[in-house]
Each structure stands twice: as structure tokens, then as C-alpha cells.
């Protein structure tokens, strides 16, 4: 069982930045792992995947705004999201394939994830 403890979200105006973080209690460096949110009212939207540096994949959404990456030697994997929009406001949560799942598409169904974080963004 690999657990996820997701921290950093919190309330920005429009154009800040925040990073979460996503700390694992199983190593991270070959696995699959990525960002999932939902709004109020909304479906989840995937955000953000990631294996290892170069191969990652982001939702057209926060192309160019957001980046992922992963510390291995803390097995704490980040979401780095800059140029805010209020439509970014969402529950925002850490995910991970199983070890050995090649399939590291953006998602909103995945095997572990954690509690979420709240990202709020003000106009």
C-alpha cells in the first residue's frame, strides 16, 4: 500500500504561483505518479503526469504554466503551477500507478492518491 500525503496548496490571487508537494511512502523513481483535480460541481481533471524527467504529460489547460517533477532520493514528487487562473481553483491530488504499470497517460483513475490539497485562486 503506498500512501501519499499531499501539502503546499493554500489561496493566491490571479497571476501567483504555488507548488505542492507529494510526499511517498514507497519509492517513486520508476513509477508513474501524477496530478488530478476537481472543482465544486466539476469532473476530475487530469493534470499532470510524470515517470521520469522528459516524460511527462500535462492537460492543455496548464500547458506552459505548470511543471512536474520528482525528487527520488525524498520520493516527493511536486507540482510547480505559476500564472494562476481562478479556474485553476480546485481540490487538487497526488496519484500513482501500481509499480510496473506502463501506462502513465493523464488520468483521473488511479490506483493510490492522497487525501488532496485545496488550491484557491482569486481574481
Known amino acids: 500500500q503506498v500512501e501519499l500525503v499531499e501539502s503546499g496548496g493554500g489561496s493566491v490571487q490571479a497571476g501567483g504561483s504555488l507548488r505542492l508537494s507529494c510526499v511517498s511512502s514507497?519509492?517513486?523513481?520508476?513509477?508513474?505518479m501524477g496530478w488530478f483535480r476537481q472543482a465544486p460541481g466539476k469532473d476530475p481533471e487530469g493534470v499532470a503526469t510524470m515517470v521520469r524527467d522528459g516524460v511527462t504529460s500535462f492537460a492543455d489547460s496548464v500547458k506552459g504554466r505548470f511543471t512536474i517533477s520528482k525528487d527520488n532520493a525524498r520520493n516527493t514528487l511536486y507540482l510547480q503551477m505559476s500564472s494562476l487562473k481562478p479556474e485553476d481553483t480546485a481540490m487538487y491530488y497526488c496519484?500513482?500507478?501500481?509499480?510496473?504499470?506502463?501506462?502513465?497517460?493523464?488520468?483521473?483513475?488511479?490506483?493510490?492518491r492522497g487525501q488532496g490539497t485545496q488550491v484557491t485562486v482569486s481574481s
Open positions: 514507497e519509492i517513486i523513481v520508476r513509477r508513474c
Open positions: 496519484a500513482a500507478r501500481r509499480s510496473g504499470d506502463v501506462d502513465c497517460r493523464l488520468s483521473t483513475d488511479w490506483y493510490y
